[in-house]
């Protein structure tokens, strides 16, 4: 069978089982196990068998927009990253269709900003009557004014950037007064909604973060509102993000005193809220050689499993890296499957790349070396 034929009923089957099991989470995360167990057994082989790698997408990340309400320290989007560039409906429906063909199922759109687009619930609805499964990356500070409209549309998951409460936000944000805003936001959504609506905290840790009292105030806020919690590492090799002025939010070897005594917190957090916080106690171990070597950590890459669009119409296998085309030139299906997308998904397998720490608990619990390396 052709990769496209393998790749939409192998995501059938996945994503027929995760509804199956969505009641059930105990069954549901016996099974991720069991995949896990699986793409593990690939990863290993793959070291000696590179052509075993292929292109298997289950999830488009569309950067819908380039605009943003807020001037984040570490982001490049508002500024001088594809400043001024947005994507049309009709490329997004073009998109959508096509990755319903490709057997893709998931799709997050952000940006920028989403929620200053003005098709976005027109965009989630589309993936609702296709059978896929939308979310949205947003800073909320507008999401209180759309949420309903959102809702009807279809839009269950929602995953919010966070940056610390108060000073520490608007601080990192340059735009006194959103903390507030985004706040209002999620209680807004949890009061009207309830668990009707999942909601992920993105914590992202930094120099500045990097306390147990930033923790606290982190988890104390997703406990708050219900929600998970995700630990984002500062990244250092996303076109994107910047690690700021003289790379004050990146960290430094004598930065490893506070980085140990914030996994050790953490671990400790995810031993009496294993549903809450989303990393693998093999995840949080591996946080501080990620954190400090950088691009010299060397563990194989899962950006085969996805694509990313940019709002210039941009598409690459990933985040960073090779680029297959554009939008404005030619169809995402052209771009399947293609020669090109093959070489791209065994190079980055191979980590023929800038690096990052994209996926990087993933990557941790794909790679059997590795994991190994972080076990209790």
Same mark, same amino acid.
């Given at each position: ?34 995949? !896990?167990?699986?793409? /593990? ?23 819908? !927009? ?30 959508? %269709? %096509? ?96 668990? /009707?609506?999942?909601? /992920? ?37 996303l076109p994107y993000f910047t690690e700021g002025p003289d ?16 996994? $050790? ?5 995810? $031993? ?13 171990? $591996? ?50 499957? !293609? ?12 980590l023929d790349c800038p690096n990052c720490h994209c996926s ?17």
């Amino acid at each position: 069978m052709s990769g496209s034929v393998i790749n939409v009923v192998w995501n059938a089957a996945r994503r027929q089982v995760g509804v199956a099991l969505r009641e059930h989470p105990e069954i549901r995360d016996g099974a991720a196990k069991v995949e !896990t167990w699986m793409r /593990q057994q690939e990863h290993t082989a793959a070291r000696f068998v590179p052509g075993m790698i292929r292109p298997r997408p289950y999830l488009v990340m569309i950067a819908i !927009t380039g605009y943003c309400n807020l001037r984040c320290q570490g982001c490049r989007y508002g500024r001088d990253f594809m400043p001024g560039t947005q994507l049309s409906w009709d490329l997004v429906k073009g998109v959508l %269709d %096509d990755v319903k063909a490709a057997g893709i199922y998931k799709v997050r759109l952000y940006g920028g900003e989403p929620l200053l687009h003005p098709d976005l619930a027109r965009m989630v609805a589309y993936c609702r009557e296709l059978g896929l499964v939308p979310g949205i990356t947003t800073n909320a500070v507008a999401l209180s004014s759309q949420i309903d409209e959102l809702y009807r549309a279809g839009l269950r998951d929602i995953s919010i950037g966070f940056y610390g409460r108060g000073s520490e936000y608007d601080e990192y944000t340059e735009r006194p007064g959103r903390s507030r805003k985004m706040e209002d936001s999620i209680a807004a959504v949890r009061g009207k909604y309830g668990d /009707q609506v999942h909601m /992920q905290i993105n914590w992202l840790l930094r120099r500045q973060t990097c306390d147990l009292r930033s923790l606290h105030e982190a988890f104390d806020f997703a406990q708050k509102y219900g929600t998970t919690l995700q630990i984002d590492l500062v990244h250092y090799s996303l076109p994107y993000f910047t690690e700021g002025p003289d790379r004050f939010l990146q960290f430094r070897p004598e930065d490893r005193p506070a980085i140990d005594l914030v996994v $050790a917190e953490l671990l400790r957090l995810k $031993a009496n809220n294993p549903q809450m916080i989303r990393h693998t106690p093999e995840a949080i171990r $591996a946080m501080p050689d990620w954190l400090l070597l950088g691009p010299a950590m060397k563990v194989p890459c899962t950006a085969r499993e996805m694509l990313w669009v940019g709002p210039d119409g941009s598409v690459q296998l990933c985040y960073v890296t090779f680029k297959l085309g554009n939008l404005h030139e030619r169809r995402l299906s052209e771009m399947l499957y !293609t020669a090109e997308h093959k070489d791209a998904a065994r190079r980055a397998f191979a980590l023929d790349c800038p690096n990052c720490h994209c996926s990087a608990g993933d990557r941790i619990m794909r790679d059997a070396a590795s994991r190994r390396k972080y076990a209790e």
